[in-house]
Nanobody, 124 residues
Framework: VQLQASGGGLVQTGESLRLSCATS????????VGWFRQAPGKEREFVAV????????TYADLVKGRFTISRPSAKNTVYLQMDNLKPEDTAVYYC??????????????????WGQGTLVTVSS
């Protein structure tokens, strides 16, 4: 399984970015594909996840209503649309994937496969 994250950059408060996670190496049936982020000096935290087969989504409270995770059918890419960005969203964003017990989908330790990370910087 391989994951490649891209789309990060420098934006101003209130602007938008769309991150992409290109996946390969599996059918991903039964997988969860999640986005996590890590700010300097902080632990990696859950952002959002989509269940590959059902497209059920879950969001962290901090991003609910501003971020949207999606996986267009017949595409092997998971997107994270980030709107109304805030300086506190500044972090390296990682996508991750694994077969998953649904109740563990927010837990970064439950994911075996990780992309390389893409930096998002939001200036005030």
């Amino acid at each position: 399984v391989q994951l490649q994250a891209s789309g990060g950059g420098l934006v101003q408060t209130g602007e938008s970015l769309r991150l992409s996670c290109a996946t390969s190496g599996s059918t991903f049936r039964g997988y969860a594909v999640g986005w996590f982020r890590q700010a300097p000096g902080k632990e990696r935290e859950f952002v959002a996840v989509i269940m590959w087969s059902t497209s059920i989504t879950t969001y962290a409270d901090l991003v609910k209503g501003r971020f949207t995770i999606s996986r267009p059918s017949a595409k092997n890419t998971v997107y994270l649309q980030m709107d109304n960005l805030k300086p506190e969203d500044t972090a390296v964003y990682y996508c991750a994937a694994d077969t998953m017990i649904y109740g563990l989908r927010r837990n970064r330790h439950a994911y075996k496969y990780w992309g390389q990370g893409t930096l998002v910087t939001v200036s005030s």
